[in-house]
């Protein structure tokens, strides 16, 4: 069973920001937010604490080959990821790549961002997908984000761009491909299915693995769309890992994992993904640390009752 936990090596996920309240980590930046000290501890403590997956969202933090124009002060070499992904694995931590396509969470891909939909973007996310996949030496999975991709969601951009209807799937379904041509499995957030059910239904391939994500604490299937969306995709033959969040609450993931592991099939629910959504930075290492905990503290139950 999976028990996985986002980290960030890249943490560029939002384009700039025109608003007063943010803080210094919103937004865009030409350095590296990271502290190897920090990464190290959280490795140790999810080891022990018996998680055994890392999803690594890598956006600027790699010095990619065939677009080094997207480094940053800072951002790995080949040699220095490899040397992290095999001391993961000698740890138990499986590591897996992530790199969100969504164009709310593309500002990693610089100047690219902004010729979404365009042959030479389409040339991009392929180079840097089989990069990446050679990189892991083809990862089981592949993590290609594509959530809230919406103007609501760039309100406070101030370059917005949201793909909708048949071209946002033409994408999907190209970048799915490039992912399944280099040996691995795609995986996303599927946040789609909320607003768009029948088209996602009749749309999203069942070869990829869902991340249906609800960060709350009332779990009620028929008044909410969002947690009725794990039965649907159960129903329709999807492979999924559930993820929770200490985003809004840290009693989250831990209602997460006891309710979908006794209503969903162990066929299918792969496992659950913790996600802190901080960067990897010692001010936010009370965040990192109580997310491990929850994971921690719901896999002795879930066991407990299995």
């Given at each position: 069973?999976?028990?996985?936990?986002?980290?960030?090596?890249?943490?560029?996920?939002?384009?700039?920001?025109?608003?007063?309240?943010?803080?210094?980590?919103?937004?865009?930046?030409?350095?590296?937010?990271?502290?190897?000290?920090?990464?190290?501890?959280?490795?140790?403590?999810?080891?022990?604490?018996?998680?055994?997956?890392?999803?690594?969202?890598?956006?600027?933090?790699?010095?990619?080959?065939?677009?080094?124009?997207?480094?940053?002060?800072?951002?790995?070499?080949?040699?220095?990821?490899?040397?992290?992904?095999?001391?993961?694995?000698?740890?138990?931590?499986?590591?897996?790549?992530?790199?969100?396509?969504?164009?709310?969470?593309?500002?990693?891909?610089?100047?690219?961002?902004?010729?979404?939909?365009?042959?030479?973007?389409?040339?991009?996310?392929?180079?840097?997908?089989?990069?990446?996949?050679?990189?892991?030496?083809?990862?089981?999975?592949f993590h290609l984000g594509m959530d809230e991709e919406t103007a609501a969601?760039?309100?406070?951009?101030?370059?917005?761009?949201?793909?909708?209807?048949?071209?946002?799937?033409?994408?999907?379904?190209?970048?799915?491909?490039?992912?399944?041509?280099?040996?691995?499995?795609?995986?996303?957030?599927?946040?789609?299915?909320?607003?768009?059910?029948?088209?996602?239904?009749?749309?999203?391939?069942?070869?990829?693995?869902?991340?249906?994500?609800?960060?709350?604490?009332?779990?009620?299937?028929?008044?909410?769309?969002?947690?009725?969306?794990?039965?649907?995709?159960?129903?329709?033959?999807?492979?999924?890992?559930?993820?929770?969040?200490?985003?809004?609450?840290?009693?989250?993931?831990?209602?997460?994992?006891?309710?979908?592991?006794?209503?969903?099939?162990?066929?299918?629910?792969?496992?659950?993904?913790?996600?802190?959504?901080?960067?990897?930075?010692?001010?936010?290492?009370?965040?990192?640390?109580?997310?491990?905990?929850?994971?921690?503290?719901?896999?002795?139950?879930?066991?407990?009752?299995?």
């Amino acid at each position: 069973m999976i028990w996985a936990n986002l980290l960030h090596l890249g943490y560029n996920m939002w384009g700039d920001w025109e608003h007063p309240d943010l803080g210094p980590h919103w937004g865009a930046k030409p350095y590296l937010r990271f502290d190897e000290p920090l990464w190290n501890r959280l490795l140790a403590r999810m080891a022990d604490a018996g998680l055994n997956m890392v999803v690594l969202d890598l956006g600027e933090g790699v010095r990619y080959k065939s677009h080094p124009e997207l480094a940053v002060k800072g951002s790995w070499s080949h040699k220095k990821l490899r040397r992290e992904l095999d001391k993961m694995r000698a740890m138990g931590l499986e590591p897996i790549p992530k790199l969100n396509f969504s164009t709310t969470h593309d500002a990693w891909l610089g100047e690219y961002a902004r010729c979404v939909s365009t042959p030479r973007y389409y040339t991009v996310c392929r180079d840097l997908i089989a990069e990446v996949v050679d990189l892991f030496d083809t990862p089981r999975f592949f993590h290609l984000g594509m959530d809230e991709e919406t103007a609501a969601h760039q309100r406070n951009f101030i370059y917005v761009m949201a793909r909708q209807h048949g071209l946002w799937w033409h994408d999907l379904l190209l970048l799915v491909e490039a992912v399944e041509t280099c040996g691995s499995r795609a995986w996303v957030w599927s946040d789609v299915i909320w607003h768009h059910h029948d088209e996602f239904l009749a749309t999203m391939p069942t070869s990829v693995v869902q991340s249906n994500w609800y960060y709350w604490l009332n779990f009620h299937k028929t008044r909410d769309a969002r947690v009725r969306a794990y039965f649907e995709l159960e129903d329709r033959g999807f492979d999924q890992i559930p993820t929770g969040s200490i985003w809004h609450s840290p009693d989250n993931f831990g209602r997460l994992a006891r309710y979908c592991t006794p209503r969903l099939d162990s066929k299918h629910c792969f496992g659950f993904l913790q996600t802190p959504w901080k960067p990897t930075l010692p001010e936010f290492e009370a965040a990192h640390i109580l997310a491990i905990d929850t994971v921690e503290q719901a896999i002795r139950t879930v066991e407990v009752k299995k």
